[in-house]
């Protein structure tokens, strides 16, 4: 009774503290998929390629895992800008977003991920970092740093998009754009270049993303798949666009996560995104914090 | 060749008498090619065969759905394993039973769970969809990779028997044989629905869904008929799989490889007609099988992805929409 009651105390303390790393992951698709309505289901593989820079910087030149994602984070940028002028050329201009903008991207997941094999191998790769190994105890429960230190910048990073995006002109433009394109050009903001900036910032999300995961968990190429579901539960569940709504749905996640692993076995654990989504997707669709 | 003769007078009856010919044809087309493979009488010609009728029936599978009403199947694998595992349960329950049979129980499994998930999430926005097949993929991997019965995350053995029955010689030559089957019975379907009511649906759904609704189309159902016809076909793919590799572990009965090239050999191909899967499957399927025996076996999966996203981006209508446009 002692014993499970502890056990479930540790499964909801990490689960929590897993949701505030798949908020991270999800932020990205928050932006793409909530507010610009571009489908980016390859988002997965570019937070693995944000993991093979954290570690790089890592093993190449010793430095900390999510300090090489805030130095690479200009580049990736950059990167995303890039990706979504072709996927601008190429399928929003033509308004072919559903069936090739969707195989466009999913080309790019394949690619990422053959790619990434090809130069690092299937090897899983792990990081080094002072709060990798270490615990915070606090009596009743412990904190693994491992999980803790993600889950902090996390948090950060999602309150600071939020302020960016309530507070500044290109913030509140950003949340204009799939409203009403032509509003905006009367505001003179042109809403392609706002959706790249936009873009671009949720591919750079996604560079810190993958050094948390890399600090998480050892990495290697395809299990940026298994973040698919994940990352398009959370954001549905959340109710699309909706910061809170996504942190709050990243939380439930990362719970119900963690007790199936406590309980069922963790192997079992990836069946769970797959569950929320379909329920969420069935009974309702617009999620929790939904329009 | 009874099985063969049994599928086309079912077929036959699909399209009536207007697709008779094209059946017809495709059937001598299909027995020429398999009189040329025993004549020619290499094994390997066979199972690079496989491979390419294989990649033929997928593609055309999912262009059923993806090319005819433009809902886009990312789960390729999900359907393409729950074929081949239902065999691997089958041959363990009742290891007399006959391939086709085996095919045929696969087809279904696999349409069934096309059902499921297009009824749940095909009354949304077409992305749901596509995001649930691809969360589909991994929900089935971690079912079978828990499923002690068909060997888990360990993987299983299936015997294949030495010599193939009816036709007798090697049993790689009945498996070539079945796929080719299975590719006249894909094609004809195809083409029918293209030259029916259904596929005008199809291609009203695809075109613009609301207008579709509006004018009495039933969408729902025609998008159900699709995904159940879409993941059975699918399904009946993978059903002989085992028998062909021999061993099957969720590592390489889901490996990505499948979904992507099922959807770059129409994409590559062109999605509006039944010959743009032919042709993608058999140029890629070629390729690649050219590029892994010269070069590696790692680059022969990029090419697929590559070309994918070359052809969306510069030629969007596939090969047979360039042939078209020539035409004109």
Request: with cysteine.
């Amino acid at each position: 009774m002692d014993a499970s009651l502890d056990l479930l105390l540790n499964a909801l303390i990490s689960g929590l503290l897993l949701g505030g790393f798949y908020a991270a992951v999800s932020i990205g698709v928050a932006i793409s998929f909530g507010l610009l309505d571009v489908v980016n289901i390859a988002h997965p593989a570019f937070i693995l390629l944000g993991s093979y820079v954290a570690f790089l910087g890592n093993t190449v030149l010793g430095i900390d895992p999510i300090l090489s994602a805030l130095i690479a984070l200009p580049a990736v940028y950059f990167l995303g800008v890039l990706a979504y002028q072709v996927y601008y050329v190429a399928f929003e201009r033509r308004d072919d977003q559903s069936l090739r903008g969707l195989s466009f991207f999913f080309g790019l997941l394949f690619i990422t991920e053959v790619g990434l094999v090809l130069v690092f191998g299937v090897d899983y790769r792990t990081v080094q970092a002072r709060y990798i190994g270490a615990t915070l105890n606090l009596g009743l429960f412990e904190l693994p740093l491992r999980l803790l230190v993600p889950f902090l910048v996390s948090m950060l990073m999602v309150v600071a998009l939020q302020i960016f995006l309530s507070r500044t002109f290109v913030g509140r433009a950003i949340q204009a754009v799939a409203q009403d394109q032509l509003a905006l050009r009367l505001m003179a903001a042109n809403p392609i270049k706002i959706k790249r900036i936009a873009f671009g910032l949720s591919i750079a999300t996604a560079s810190l993303a993958g050094a948390f995961l890399i600090i998480i968990q050892p990495v290697e190429p395809s299990i940026g798949r298994e973040y698919i579901g994940r990352v398009f539960a959370i954001c549905v569940l959340g109710g699309l666009g909706s910061f809170p709504g996504m942190v709050i749905a990243a939380m439930t996640l990362g719970i119900a996560e963690s007790l199936t692993a406590t309980f069922f076995g963790p192997s079992w654990a990836p069946a769970v995104a797959f569950g929320i989504l379909l329920v969420t997707l069935a009974v309702r669709p617009s999620g929790i914090l939904g329009r | 060749m009874a099985s063969l003769a049994d599928k086309t007078s079912l077929d036959g009856a699909l399209p009536g008498l207007r697709g008779l010919p094209f059946v017809l044809l495709l059937i001598a087309v299909a027995a020429a090619i398999f009189a040329a493979g025993r004549w020619f009488g290499s094994s390997y010609a066979f199972f690079v065969g496989y491979v390419v009728l294989q990649y033929i029936v997928l593609g055309s599978a999912w262009n059923i759905l993806g090319g005819y009403t433009g809902y886009v199947n990312f789960g390729v694998t999900a359907f393409f394993a729950i074929g081949a595992y239902s065999t691997v349960v089958l041959n363990k329950l009742m290891p007399a039973l006959p391939l086709p049979v085996m095919i045929l129980v696969g087809g279904v499994m696999a349409g069934l769970v096309g059902l499921g998930t297009g009824y749940l999430t095909l009354r949304l926005r077409g992305v749901f969809f596509s995001i649930a097949t691809l969360a589909l993929a991994v929900v089935v991997q971690t079912l079978i990779t828990n499923w002690d019965f068909v060997g888990g995350a360990r993987g299983a053995y299936v015997m294949r028997p030495k010599v193939a029955p009816l036709i007798g010689g090697e049993y790689v030559q009945y498996l070539f044989l079945i796929m080719l089957g299975l590719v006249v019975v894909v094609l004809a379907t195809a083409r029918a629905i293209e030259r029916s009511a259904l596929g005008y649906g199809f291609a009203a759904i695809r075109d613009d869904e609301a207008a579709a609704e509006a004018s009495g189309v039933p969408t729902l159902r025609l998008k159900l008929i699709a995904t159940g016809l879409s993941g059975g076909f699918m399904g009946m793919a993978g059903a002989p799989l085992p028998f062909y590799v021999t061993y099957l572990d969720p590592a390489s009965g889901f490996s990505l490889n499948y979904a992507v090239n099922a959807i770059a050999m129409p994409l590559i191909g062109g999605t509006s007609s039944w010959l743009g899967p032919v042709i993608g499957a058999v140029l890629v399927g070629g390729l690649q099988e050219y590029l892994r025996v010269t070069i590696s076996s790692a680059v022969n999966v990029l090419v697929a992805g590559v070309l994918m996203v070359a052809f969306v981006i510069l030629a969007p209508q596939g090969i047979v929409g360039l042939f078209q446009r020539k035409k004109r």
